[in-house]
């Protein structure tokens, strides 16, 4: 993984990471191996805020059905072009 700036796997690592299916072992896991690179752990750790920041501040707001359509179709392209 410390492959320095710019590690490829990152992004897949975090959508797992984030992804309320993630069994707490696979967590674990993912968590040592992004530790193993400074920057993934930096990114990882700006994520994490940024999502609570999120959590916190919407929590009772749900986005319009078709905001949320263009996120997941803009996450999947994301996830198409990293893989």
Excluded: N
Excluded at 54 to 61: E, L, P, T
């Amino acid at each position: 993984m410390a492959t320095g700036h710019g590690c490829e796997s990152t992004h897949r690592l975090l959508c797992e990471l984030f992804d309320e299916e993630t069994t707490p072992q696979r967590r674990a896991e993912i968590t040592s191996e992004i530790a193993e690179c400074p920057e993934c752990l930096r990114i990882a750790e700006s994520e994490r805020d940024v999502r609570a920041i999120v959590r916190d501040c919407c929590q009772s707001a749900k986005a319009p059905e078709p905001l949320r359509q263009r996120i997941i179709t803009t996450i999947s392209y994301t996830e198409v072009r990293w893989a």
